[in-house]
């Protein structure tokens, strides 16, 4: 594959040819397809975190450079579009991106590769796209072709973000070829040697140690489950090799929760090493005002007395739950995130009704950033308690809802 600083912006097949319309392919160098990962020795814990920009993934679920994060779901509850933001939202960041794209229809390649070039995301992003109509073998070696453009910059000491979009279309690719060579088919009529095929590929991505650089890919495979079963034979495959998953529920985008994120059924293996003290506790705030929501939310619907408890726990997690919800083309700063959460599962928020919390969320950012205030986003960094924020919390939103005429405490005329 041709890789480089020259291929960044380009729209490539897995041979390498440009198919962008925009002439040849110019390259630093070539680097092989098929590379054996690197071994125990050479890799280093993962410690930095990647920022998403994208609240309930760096808050619930952290992902760290180096690592590999699988991100699973029905079609069509928006794997792609959460994976385009999170390229997106590294605009500034000093991370280089690849997008694999197998088996993609040409039409949905095309709108993808706009959106990116929209956000100015292109700059530092190379697409690697095998389509749909191209032949399996074609696209059962895209996913290799893009993490050699990738090791490229992992091997200059720099870090990188692969998206495998997806591999459950690869696996299918490589079962017609394997069954066009007349191997044996097993488990699912998926070749015996599946399992390798993919661990093979996601243990490239790593974080190197000093001696080769200090560099990092940080692999974001993607892959389609069938009606929520997570037990299938590909998705357990993967689970296996990777350091968690993220689940996007069909349920939650039918309510307009998006991304659609289910934080409870995700996990994150590296979790907490990757983030700053605030952000693990509103994190941890976050995910236990949602468990219990999930414990009570049956409540709703029976007509049974409920305790005034119980009550305001559904309330809390109905809130929270509309305040992960965000907008594709937003890209939070951790300050920030840590403000949302911090006000949205406090007891600050208790008295306001959902269609107010939804004024709160989509009005608080701007106000915020008006303020900017260099004491918050410095404590909220380096503090090792959420008592140390109080003040300034309470401070700015005392002085948001009395500029968005909310009402600031319980039973208060706006």
Sequence with gaps: MPVGEEVLGRVVNPLGEPIDG???????????????????LDRTPISQPLHTGVMVIDTTIPIG????????????????????????NQKGMGVYCVYVGVGVQAAKAKSSIKMLADRGAMDYTTA?????NEPPSLQYIAPYAGTAIAEYFMYQGKNCLI?????????????QVSLL??????????????????????????????????????????AETQAGDVSD???????????????????????????AVDSGTSVSRIGGKVQTPMLRKVGELAGRVLARYNEVKSFETINTEVSDETLRDIKRGKRV?????????LTLSSDEEVLILAIGTSSRMDHLELPQAVTFKENIIPYYRQL??????????????IKELDKLIDQIFIGFCKKAGLPIMAGETK
């Design 181 to 222: 060579l007349k191997r044996s088919p097993g488990r699912d009529a998926y070749p015996g040697d599946i399992f390798f095929l993919h661990s093979r590929l996601l243990e490239r991505a790593c974080r190197t140690s000093e001696d080769l650089g200090d560099g990092s890919i940080t692999a974001l495979p993607v």
């Design 22 to 40: 925009r002439g040849p392919v110019k390259n630093s160098g070539f680097r092989n397809v098929e590379f054996a990962a690197p071994g125990v």
């Design 163 to 175: 998206v495998y979009d997806d591999l459950s279309k690869q696996a299918k690719a490589y079962r």
């Design 321 to 329: 739950r509309e305040l992960l919800a965000q907008d594709s083309a």
């Design 128 to 132: 690697v796209i095998a389509l749909a």
């Design 65 to 88: 450079r180096g690592q590999r994060e699988l991100i699973i779901g029905d079609r069509k509850t928006g794997k792609t579009r959460t994976m385009l933001d999170i390229i997106c």
């Design 233 to 259: 034979y590909i998705i357990t495959n993967l689970m296996s090799i990777t350091d968690g998953h993220i689940y996007l529920d069909a349920n939650l985008m039918h309510e307009g929760i998006l991304p």
């Design 372 to 385: 900017n205030l260099s004491e918050f986003k410095k404590l909220a960094d380096t503090a090792k308690d």
